[in-house]
């Protein structure tokens, strides 16, 4: 029930190209759903968050597609950049779980110039 | 305003020692988190507090003691090291407002040989 999977674990994408990475959930008690954005010996930082109200979100480049009835949520990074280059998490977390965040697995994301 | 800070940065024990990661925060956050993260994996949540004087285990807690004496401060105790304790720990700490948002310190490398 609590159990965000992630995929792709990892990705390769040419400078200026489109990233995708998807994440799926069970719990429907789940409302908010950010991505975290880690650089090696990092920690994580948020990087975008929708709540299930919506169906996308966009913040300059980055882009949250929210299905509710699937159960599932992506991110798009336009335009990839090399500096994008880092490891991707989404997670989830319900309002009645002390805002307490389960985390996909990652995705390691590697933009080629 | 130096958000979330860990200490130490790196650490080696032998098998069956002790230790406490320090984690404070500046930012008056009422709840603070414990992760650990292991290679290619997501992050896992070991302890959460929702204010001083309050604990809950997480996804993960047995190995490992809290306490919650200030707002500032959440320490992490590893009693009986084992190899399998070998990971990356994060602190973390948000507001209780609605926004959830995680700030995440840097990290301690901890290895148990």
């Known amino acids: 029930q609590q159990q965000v999977k992630q995929s792709p674990q990892s990705l390769i994408v040419q400078k200026g190209g489109i990233s995708i990475i998807n994440c799926a959930y069970e719990?429907?008690?789940?409302?908010?759903f950010p991505w975290y954005q880690q650089f090696p010996g990092k920690g994580p930082a948020l990087l975008i968050a929708?709540?299930?109200?919506?169906s996308e979100k966009k913040e300059g480049r980055f882009t949250i597609s929210f299905n509710k009835s699937a159960k599932q949520f992506s991110l798009h990074i336009m335009d990839s950049q090399p500096g994008d280059s880092a490891t991707y998490f989404c997670?989830?977390?319900?309002?009645?779980?002390?805002?307490?965040?389960?985390f996909g697995g990652g995705t390691r994301l590697m933009v080629k110039p | 305003n130096a958000g979330v800070t860990q200490t130490p940065k790196f650490r080696i024990l032998k098998i069956g020692q002790s230790m406490t990661l320090q984690c404070t925060q500046d930012?008056?956050?009422?709840?603070m988190y414990w992760y650990r993260q292991d290679p290619g994996m997501g992050l896992k949540l070991i302890y959460y507090s929702v204010g001083a004087g309050i604990t809950d285990k997480g996804e993960v807690p047995n190995g490992y003691n809290v306490s919650r004496s200030t707002t500032e401060d959440f320490p992490l105790r590893l009693e009986l090291a084992a190899p399998s304790q070998t990971s990356v720990y994060f602190c973390a700490s948000s507001s209780s407002g609605p926004s959830y948002e995680q700030y995440f310190g840097p990290g301690t490398r901890l290895t148990v040989t």
């Open positions: 930012m008056n956050h009422n709840y």
């Open positions: 997670a989830a977390s319900a309002n009645n779980a002390g805002n307490m965040l389960t």
């Open positions: 719990n429907t008690a789940f409302d908010y």
């Open positions: 929708i709540r299930p109200d919506v």
